[in-house]
C-alpha cells in the first residue's frame, strides 16, 4: 500500500473512533506520562519487501537483495507534545538467492518521531530515519553505506507504560561497490539506490 494511501487510512480512523477509546488527558499514548519527559525503549520485527534493487542485483546474476525480515530496537527520548528524538540499531535477514545464505543489512540510525491526534487511545505517527548502514552474508561485512526511512503508522496503548505500534516504511539504501566472491558480480558499481517497503509492528516500554 502506498505511504500515501496509509497516512489518509490511519488518520481517517483516528478522527473516527468513538470518545470511548480516547485518550486520558493526564496520561496520552505514546508521549511521556503526565505530561513529563520520558525514555522509550522498543522492540520491532517486520517484513521487507524489495522495490527497487539494480545496483545491488545487476542484469545477469542472481539478486543477494531478496524479500526478507526486519528486527530493530529503537531508543528515543520523549516530550508530552508527541516529538520524539532517539537512535536505534536494525537488522534485515533476506533470500540470498544463493549468492549468500542469507543477506544481512544492519543500520545505525538516529531518529525522529512525531504523534499526531494526541487525545485520541490511537493516533498517527510520523518517523523519520537515517544512518550508516552495513551489508553482508550473515552478519559478516562486505560492504558499508548509508539507509534513510519515512515511515508512517499509528501507537496505541497496551498499559500505560506499554504501547503497540504499527508502521510502514518506504527505506532507501546506498552501498559502496563491492565483488560477491560466489559469482564474481561486480555490485553496486553505477550509482543510485536501492529500496524497499517495511511493515513493522512492535512493542514500546515508556522507561
Not at 560477491?180 to 512493542?203: E, H, K, M, N
Request: aromatic letters at 12%.
Amino acid at each position: 500500500m502506498p505511504i500515501r494511501a496509509l497516512i489518509v487510512c490511519v488518520s481517517a480512523l483516528c478522527l473516527v473512533l468513538p470518545r470511548s477509546v480516547q485518550a486520558d488527558s493526564t496520561n496520552i499514548p505514546g508521549a511521556a506520562p503526565e505530561g513529563t519527559p520520558s525514555f522509550a525503549l522498543g522492540v520491532e520485527t517486520g517484513l521487507v519487501i524489495p522495490v527497487a534493487d539494480k545496483p545491488l542485483c545487476p542484469d545477469g546474476f542472481e539478486c543477494l537483495f531478496g524479500v526478507g525480515w526486519a528486527f530493530g530496537f529503537p531508543f528515543s527520548y520523549r516530550w508530552a507534545k508527541g516529538t520524539g528524538i532517539g537512535a536505534g540499531y536494525e537488522f534485515w535477514v533476506q533470500n540470498g538467492n544463493g549468492v549468500y545464505e542469507a543477506t544481512v543489512a544492519q543500520a545505525f540510525t538516529a531518529l525522529f518521531r512525531q504523534s499526531f491526534l494526541l487525545s485520541r487511545s490511537v493516533h498517527p505517527v510520523l518517523r523519520l530515519r537515517g544512518g550508516f548502514l552495513m551489508l553482508g552474508p550473515s552478519f559478516r561485512v562486505a560492504t558499508l553505506g548509508g539507509t534513510a526511512e519515512l515511515a508512517f503508522g499509528g501507537e496505541t496503548e497496551l498499559t500505560p507504560t506499554t504501547l503497540f505500534t504499527f508502521l510502514l516504511g518506504g527505506q532507501i539504501l546506498r552501498t559502496r561497490a563491492f565483488t560477491t566472491q560466489a559469482d564474481g558480480a561486480r555490485r553496486s558499481v553505477a550509482g543510485g539506490v536501492d529500496a524497499a517497503f517495511i511493515l513493522r509492528l512492535g512493542i514500546v516500554f515508556l522507561l
